[in-house]
T-cell receptor
């Protein structure tokens, strides 16, 4: 089946430093993968951060960027300068167009802690 | 204001009992979903509904039954509760876009079964 791997369960970064959260995927279902990053701030629900549905394209939102790399099957999340307010859990997710509608395959999430 | 409302936020139940988790969306979407996140596991797809009809069911147990009384409602009834059912249950919605749907999630109901 399809899978998403986030290698880091937790990342701790100093404010104003750069960030990379790794995400790789495996899509065995027939169809074209769509890739997403969701974020969950403390006490809140999941929010869509960004999505990319075309290989080679980059998505961006709130200073975060991720590029859909089909060759490397990766969708790493990056930010040049993090803030304390970015502290949250980040989830990489995958859907494949011809599979079950609305079925996202999620990674386990990466908890980002930003300290001043 | 939240556009997807889930109630209650927290729920404690005893083994063998029955509970209903409520979900309403005000995004005007025509599809709704349930996901579950158990401790130390990724979010898992459970059900999808469109126009109040079940589209897909990835839940093995018949103890989990979605109920849609209105097109913007999708409740989840869970019967004969077990401790393994303890999880956070997320409701989501989207417009149907031929496989390119973007899902929007509620804040979840955390269920604890004792």
């Amino acid at each position: 089946g399809d899978s998403v791997t986030q290698t880091e369960g937790q990342v701790t970064v100093s404010e104003s430093k750069s960030l990379i959260i790794n995400c790789t995927y495996s899509a065995t279902s027939i169809g074209y993968p769509n890739l997403f990053w969701y974020v969950r701030y403390p006490g809140e629900g999941l929010q869509l951060l960004l999505k990319v549905i075309t290989a080679g394209q980059k998505g961006s939102s709130r200073g975060f960027e991720a590029t859909y790399n089909k060759e490397a099957t990766s969708f790493h999340l990056q930010k040049a300068s993090v803030q304390e307010s970015d502290s949250a859990v980040y989830y990489c997710a995958l859907s494949v167009g011809t599979q079950v509608v609305g079925q996202l395959t999620f990674g386990r999430g990466t908890r980002l802690q930003v300290y001043a | 204001d939240p556009k997807i409302i889930q109630k209650p936020k927290y729920l404690v139940a005893v083994t063998g009992s029955e509970k209903i988790l409520i979900c309403e969306q005000y995004l005007g979407h025509n599809a709704m979903y349930w996901y579950r996140q158990s401790a130390k596991k990724p979010l898992e797809f459970m059900f999808s509904y469109s126009y109040q009809k079940l589209m897909d069911n990835q839940t093995a147990s018949s103890r989990f039954q979605p109920q849609s009384s209105k097109k913007n409602h999708l409740d989840l009834q869970i019967t004969a509760l077990k401790p393994d059912d303890s999880a956070t249950y997320f409701c989501a919605s989207s417009q149907r876009l031929g496989g390119k749907e973007t899902l929007y999630f509620g804040s979840g109901t955390r269920l604890t079964v004792l």
